[in-house]
Each structure stands twice: as structure tokens, then as C-alpha cells.
């Protein structure tokens, strides 16, 4: 009985992180997106405890409004595709997210930087992007 119950309980925790509309991406698969010229909005995590109310919201608000988000956990990164992450996007610190609009990062500018960001202010910043329609889908 406890064999069966702890291989639920990680089935459940693994399941949980990979499913729903926040969908991981491991370098291969941002370079394939790029390359296809995809418009995408692509989370950058560490998997740090710094990012979780960052992740949370942003699997809230892909949930509740049925929009696909890419997360890619750079810790998990070869060395070698850390490095050609790092050329792709210029960044020190994870937990950020990028907007991606056919295969190219809008701006550096309109990065989200802030990991204690508020859900309301995520998803106003991810409607003025052109990532939600903030009027209908943000009151959910």
C-alpha cells in the first residue's frame, strides 16, 4: 500500500509540472519553435524557490484563460546549450519571462524581470503584449 501510494503521489507531482498549458521546453525544443518562427511567451526558471509565486501565476493565468506558456528550467541546461541560451538572450538571473513573436524576442525591454510580480499585473503586462485579451480573459 505504501509503494502504490508514493508512486501516485510522484505520478500526481510529475504530471502536475509537465501538464496543463504551462509546457516545458528543453533547448531543442525553444531552438525548433525559433527557427519555425513561433510567437510564443517563454518563462526562463531556475527552479529556485524564488520562482514559484512567478510560476504559480503564470500557470493560473494560462490555466484560467486556456493560453499555451513555454517554461524551459535552465538548471537542467548541458553547459553547451547554457552557453547558446546565453547568446540567444542576454540574462544573469532565471525567472523571467521573454515574449517571443515569430521566432524574435520583442525587446529586452518588455522582459518580465520581477519573480513577485502579481497575478493582476501579469496578466495585464501579458495583454499588452498581445499574449491575452486582457478584458475578457483576466477577469476569470
Known sequence: MKKFLLITIILLLTTACSSGYLKKLDYNGLKKKLDNKETFVLYLTDGSDIGDALNYNLQKIAKDNKKEFFYLNTEKLSDDDEKKLKELYTFEDSNIIIFVKKGIENSVLSRITDPFISKEELAE???????????EDTNK
Open 125 to 135: 503586462e501579458l495583454a499588452t503584449q498581445g499574449y491575452l485579451n486582457y478584458a
